[in-house]
């Protein structure tokens, strides 16, 4: 019997998402600025889960963005992937009371980058040529950058679970 309720919550799953078409407008606009950013390196490297390559991350870049306040909720569904450069970020916290929120990727980013919500698509299966699409559609669909705030200096933290510790938002 469990195998076949298995088999009926794999039927019920969207179909795949074409990650080069345009995002959708509200998607885009849903992120209104990067507050700041802040180049980590961690003494101990994790594996990141949120792409289909799983890299080993020792160092990147973790972000406080401002967001509409309907896009911080969380949904008992699939919901829509927070990408930074066409790569999958993972959300770190959310507070809905300043309306933004914590992600990291494993990128050092500088200049003017995309930040945008895509389609809801599994992140651990995102390819680097899926994101590189995603990233292409966005911008031929409009989507404008927002000018990352430069950072002296990288943090050293210990950890993935550190990354999770807001400096202070």
Do not use: C, K, N
């Amino acid at each position: 019997m469990i195998p076949l309720l298995f088999g009926l919550a794999a039927a019920a799953e969207p179909a795949d998402v074409d990650l080069s078409t345009a995002p959708d407008a509200a998607g885009v606009a849903a992120v209104r600025a990067v507050v700041r950013a802040e180049p980590f390196v961690l003494e101990l490297p994790y594996r990141y889960d949120w792409s289909a390559a799983h890299p080993t991350v020792q160092s990147g870049t973790r972000l406080v963005l401002s967001v509409a306040p309907e896009w911080l909720a969380v949904r008992d569904a699939r919901m829509p992937t927070l990408f930074v450069e066409g790569v999958p970020a993972e959300v770190l916290w959310r507070d809905p009371v300043t309306s933004t929120m914590g992600v990291e990727v494993p990128l050092a980013l500088s200049g003017t980058v995309q930040v945008w919500f895509g389609p809801p698509v599994l992140p651990e299966t995102v390819t680097a040529e899926d994101g590189a699409r995603a990233l292409a559609a966005a911008r031929a669909g409009g989507a404008t950058g927002f000018l990352v705030p430069a950072s002296l200096a990288p943090i050293r933290l210990a950890d993935h679970a550190a990354l999770a510790t807001p400096s202070s938002h």
